[in-house]
């Protein structure tokens, strides 16, 4: 017992000094990565953890920027955490991605465990509910374009989608009613995480339509060519389903869901790839000089 006293006294020391940490603006970007991973990971309660998650994702998308405005002055100027700077938000971006994968994890976990009642699956809701508002603020943030955090927004956003249909299938097999709290998280994922989406996916073409035949993006295009049909699709599985739990049910779960990245998105693929397309003809033609110069060299030397 006094091991566990010692070790519940330990935890709390270090929450403390973590809490304390978070609000330090003066930490290197790395040692606020740290920081900010460390204490996620110690906090036990789950409600603590997410709580935490949304104001990081606040502030982070105050500092960053919205994708949705060119006001600046329209972000909230007050900051719960110091620690969240121009120099560090990027890579606290990434930190929080990483943790709500993990809770996405541990949700999908609980999910899969065979029959129970109505509260657990009003606990799930509720849970979703708060991942889906710490998603949408990062799905917002002014992340760069061909950076390793915007792929991260993209694979975090898929799983969220993955998640809310295998529990929209469960409630299909087990439950004839429907709850109150899944008509909350679907009205949520409708007017809110979808319209986030939306402007995420319109945000990363910009730069294609911008810089259209610069060589560097080719490998940004890319990598879009392929999380993007595959983030599309786990929208379009989960509309899908809930529109067979609707039926089920006799309740219009898709009254919210008026931006359909599903729908619009599958169309502009096509755009995706020809501008793939036409970067393969400019990267092939900008290397034309390039192998004759050698060619010339190598001749010049063998004579």
Not at 86 to 98: F, I
Not at 154 to 174: D, M, P, Q
Request: overall charge negative; proline content about 2%; charged content about 30%.
């Amino acid at each position: 017992m006094d091991v566990l006293y010692s070790m519940s006294e330990t935890q709390g020391d270090l929450e403390d000094i973590l809490l304390k940490l978070l609000d330090n603006p003066s930490l290197t970007s790395g040692f606020a990565k740290d920081v900010v991973s460390i204490f996620l990971s110690s906090l036990r309660r789950s409600s603590d953890k997410l709580d935490i998650q949304l104001g990081l994702a606040r502030d982070i998308l105050a500092v960053m920027g919205d994708i949705e405005t060119e006001d600046e002055d329209s972000m909230i100027d007050e900051i719960k955490y110091k620690l969240v700077t121009d120099n560090s938000a990027a890579k606290l971006l990434s930190v929080l991605l990483t943790s709500i994968d993990s809770v996405l994890s541990d949700v999908e976990w609980g999910i899969q465990q065979g029959n129970y009642g109505d509260d657990q699956s009003d606990f799930l809701c509720q849970y979703l509910m708060q991942v889906a508002t710490v998603l949408s603020d990062a799905l917002t943030c002014k992340s760069p374009h061909s950076s390793a955090t915007t792929d991260l927004i993209s694979r975090t956003t898929k799983k969220f989608y993955n998640t809310f249909t295998l529990l929209i299938k469960r409630e299909s097999t087990h439950n004839h009613g429907i709850l109150k709290s899944l008509e909350k998280l679907a009205k949520l994922v409708g007017t809110t995480t979808n319209h986030k989406l939306y402007s995420f996916l319109i945000y990363l073409e910009q730069p294609l339509a911008d810089d259209l035949g610069a060589a560097q993006n080719a490998a940004m295009i890319r990598k879009q060519a392929v999380s993007v049909p595959g983030l599309v699709y786990a929208v379009e599985q989960c509309e899908r389903n809930l529109i067979i739990l609707s039926k089920k049910t006799k309740t219009d779960l898709m009254e919210h869901f008026k931006n359909s990245p599903a729908r619009d998105f599958k169309v502009n693929m096509k755009v995706l790839e020809e501008k793939l397309a036409k970067v393969d003809e400019d990267v092939e033609e900008s290397e034309q000089p390039k192998k004759k110069r050698k060619r010339a060299k190598n001749k010049a030397e063998d004579e």
